[in-house]
C-alpha cells in the first residue's frame, strides 16, 4: 500500500503458483483466500501456474470469475482442444503508456488433468505479433524458470521484460539481453510454507518510444522490518479457522 502511495505509475504481478500450493490458508480455501489478498493489494496481472490448474477447470473458471486482476496464459487449452482456457494476454494503462501482459505457463511432468500445456515457443509465435500491435511495452509473465524462459526469449524480438520465476538464490540485478534489449528479473520461486518471503521491485523508465531504460531491481525481504497492514489483518481473520 505505501509503494501505491509512493508512485501512481505502480504495476504488481505474480508469476503464478500463488493461489494454492504454497500454504495452509490458500489450500484450505481454494486460492480463495490468497486471490481476497491479492485483490486487496491491488494485482494487476498473475500468470497461469500448473498449481492454479489443480483446482479443476470448474474451480479455476470460478476463481479467475472472482477475481478483479487479470489471469492470463497463452499456453493453456482444455484436454483435447485448441481452447485457451484464460486470455493469452491483456493491455493495460499505466502513466499514458499500454502496457501488454502475456502469460506463459511451464509444462511439468503429471500435469493436471483436465488441461493441456502447450509449447510456449509455439504460443509467443501465435500471440506476440498482436499484442506488440495493442501496446506500447510487452512483459512476458512466466512460471518458467529463469534460465529457460531467457533461452525461450532470447532472440525474440518485440519482448521488453520478462519476469520469470527461479529456484534456488535470487539474482540480484536486471539483465538485458544483448541480442534484442530485453530485461529479465526473476520472482521469488513459490515454495510449501515459504511462499511471500520476498518481493522484486523494479523501477524502470519508459521511453517516448516504449523501450525501458535506467533499471533498478531489488529483491525486498518481507520481514519484520515492514510494518503489518490492518486491512490485511481483518481479511485474513475472516479466512482463520473456527
Known sequence: MQQRLENANLFLLD???????????????????????????????????????????????QRIEEANLAVVSANVVLTGTETLFTEPFVVLPLGGHRVGVLGLTRKEVGSAPGFGILDPALALQRYLPSLRKQADVVVVLTNISYRPARALLQSVEGVDLLVAALPGQLPDRAV???????????????????????????????????????????????????????????????????
Open 15 to 61: 508469476t503464478g503458483d500463488a493461489l494454492v500450493g504454497g500454504g495452509l490458508l490458500g489450500d484450505r480455501t481454494q486460492g480463495k483466500a490468497v486471490l481476497a489478498g491479492m485483490d486487496a493489494m491491488g494485482y494487476d496481472a498473475m500468470a497461469l501456474g500448473p498449481n492454479e490448474l489443480a483446482l479443476g477447470a470448474t474451480v479455476l473458471a
Open 176 to 242: 538485458r539481453e544483448p541480442a534484442t534489449g530485453m530485461l529479465a528479473v526473476v520472482a521469488e520461486q513459490p515454495m510449501p510454507r515459504h511462499s511471500g518471503r520476498r518481493v522484486g521491485r523494479l523501477a524502470v523508465t519508459v521511453n517516448s518510444d516504449g523501450a525501458l531504460s535506467d533499471e533498478a531491481w531489488v529483491s525486498v525481504p518481507m520481514d519484520g522490518s515492514l510494518p503489518d497492514d490492518p486491512g490485511m489483518g481483518l481479511l485474513l481473520s475472516r479466512y482463520a479457522e473456527p
